[in-house]
């Protein structure tokens, strides 16, 4: 293998313990992550063996939704990288039901490894995204481009990927992937 990925883009496919979405008492859920692909648990995501396919000095993009914010953080050490930021939150123009509060947002969180890998691109690229919510789970195509904006001249790897996007590596159930990575065991 060559020196690795410096940049390295993923949506993992959260498992919500079959819990669906619900818009309120004595109406009808209105889905979930179950209902549209197979999720995995966290202690599962952990084994995948990221690191080994990274550069010393990489970043990790992760997105997470609220309910999974403490689980991401945990990922992202398993992974080998060290909590450093939210790197982009998405602001959809539709709301999701929740328990608490409406879900309106879901969060791009970025661990280090190593250093920020250079040479930089820009540097002035704004945290908040604001763009529509397409089908389940299908994130913007905005967020993507601001990280290329940020690190144009790094490889870059994009794990769990839906679709193949120009300029990335990926790798996913759904498409023919460019790296083979490897689960660990489960303990």
Known sequence: MSEGYSVVYADPPWDYRGQTQHSGKGSAGTGGAASHYQ????????TLRVADHCAPDALLFLWAT??????AIDLLKAWGFRWATVAFVW???RVNPGFYTMSQ??????????????PRGARNVRQLVEAPR?????KPAEVRRRIVEMFPDHRRLELFARERAEG?????HEVVSDVEIQWGRDE
């Not at 999720?39 to 952990?46: E, P």
């Not at 609220?66 to 689980?71: I, S």
């Not at 397409?134 to 299908?138: A, E, F, I, T």
């Open 39 to 46: 999720t995995i648990t966290l202690q599962r995501l952990k």
């Open 168 to 172: 990335w590596d990926a790798w996913g």
């Open 91 to 93: 602001a959809k123009d």
């Open 105 to 118: 947002c879901e969060f791009v969180l970025c661990g280090k490894r190593g250093r920020i890998p250079q």
């Open 66 to 71: 609220g309910p999974h914010l403490d689980q």
């Open 134 to 138: 397409g089908r389940h789970s299908r």
